[in-house]
Nanobody
Framework: QVQLVESGGGLVQAGGSLRLSCAAS????????VGWFRRAPGKEREFVAA???????DYADSVKGRFSISRDDAKNTVYLQMNSLKPEDTAVYYC????????????????????WGQGTQVTVSS
């Protein structure tokens, strides 16, 4: 079972940037797609971005053009670069690994993912 730990959250002003990291331990997630999700106060958790083991990416419309997901398999880490942050990006951000290895499908449904991290808080002030 892979364990995921998110880091890099914090408080930032609108228009600023943050880079979140999702580090894996226990076993490598090189062969797995990894997704980022977020839960804003009073809302359900929603898909943000995902990256396949082959480097293909997918983004929610709300973050497309502002966020960028990448992976460094040598470091067993996936990143979420967040630019031009808005107050509505305020949420707890989670990463998770696909249940199935070597998938060419980038799923947006959280039921497809397992091995969730504990989350990291991102707060964007106006």
């Amino acid at each position: 079972q892979v364990q995921l730990v998110e880091s890099g959250g914090g408080l930032v002003q609108a228009g600023g940037s943050l880079r979140l990291s999702c580090a894996a331990s226990g076993r490598t997630f090189t062969n797995y797609a990894v997704g980022w999700f977020r839960r804003a106060p009073g809302k359900e958790r929603e898909f943000v971005a995902a990256i396949s083991r082959f480097g293909a990416t997918d983004y929610a419309d709300s973050v497309k053009g502002r966020f960028s997901i990448s992976r460094d398999d040598a470091k067993n880490t996936v990143y979420l670069q967040m630019n031009s942050l808005k107050p509505e990006d305020t949420a707890v951000y989670y990463c998770a690994a696909d249940r199935f290895p070597n998938s060419i499908i980038l799923a947006r449904a959280e039921q497809r993912y397992a091995s969730w991290g504990q989350g990291t808080q991102v707060t964007v002030s106006s």
